[in-house]
């Protein structure tokens, strides 16, 4: 079992342009929740995916937008990047309606210049 | 809604030594809570976890933690502090859709 694998590991991007990153889930699973971790804090919770839908959304603009295919992957969309979008993303994959943890991805880092 | 708090933001301890890391949270149901450790520049890995039932839960790598819901506390504990332990550990606290909320995270460097 691969786990969680996210791609790519590391990109350099320009402000103002899009940004697609990507994620498997650990097999079993059919939800991917998405978080950013900014240099020194925790992570924050973007959105989370079930059944190709969004099922809940932190506190983050349209600019982060997702989805979720039929074979559970799921890709993070982030348009007109900012400096402030600098950070690691993280995806967890989980299996909804179990009482089991969200396990995670090594995390794609994403640097805005 | 829910938030974690983590008091202290860097500890240094000696190896050998006890560690205990602290956790308060808020939550208005009986919550979820995690302890992940992160080492530089990767993803998250699960130490424990506490859903229901013993307060006293064991994880990996010889790390328990304690719910006390009297505290909102989930304080995270090991007896004897190896060098490979120097890592920034997370509390979370979740929902049972898994939408989790961390702290702010808990640097441990561990001296010789």
């Known amino acids: 079992d691969a786990g969680v694998t996210q791609s790519p590991t590391h990109l350099i991007k320009t402000r103002g342009q899009q940004v697609t990153l990507r994620c498997s889930p650990k097999s079993g699973h059919d939800t991917v929740s998405w978080y950013q971790q900014a240099l020194g804090q925790g992570p924050q919770f973007i959105f989370q995916y079930y059944e190709e839908e969004e099922r809940q959304r932190g506190n983050f603009p349209d600019r982060f937008s997702g989805h979720q295919f039929p074979n559970y992957s799921s890709e993070l969309n982030v348009n007109a990047l900012l400096l402030g979008d600098s950070a690691l993303y993280l995806c967890?994959?989980?299996?909804?309606?179990?009482?089991?943890?969200?396990?995670f991805g090594q995390g794609t880092r994403l640097t805005v210049v | 809604a829910q938030s974690v708090t983590q008091p202290d933001i860097h500890i240094t301890v000696s190896e050998g030594a006890s560690l205990e890391l602290r956790c308060n949270y808020s939550?208005?149901?009986?919550?979820?809570l995690f302890w992940y450790v992160q080492s530089p520049g990767q993803g998250l890995q699960l130490l424990l976890k506490y859903f229901s039932g013993d307060t006293l839960v064991q994880g990996i790598k010889g790390f328990e933690a304690e719910f006390k819901r009297s505290q909102s506390s989930f304080n995270l504990r090991k007896p004897s502090v190896h060098w490979s332990d120097a890592a920034e550990y997370f509390c979370a606290v979740g929902d049972h859709d898994y939408k989790l909320s961390f702290g702010a995270g808990t640097t441990v460097t561990v001296r010789a």
């Open positions: 967890a994959s989980s299996f909804l309606g179990a009482r089991t943890e969200a396990f």
């Open positions: 939550y208005g149901a009986t919550p979820y």
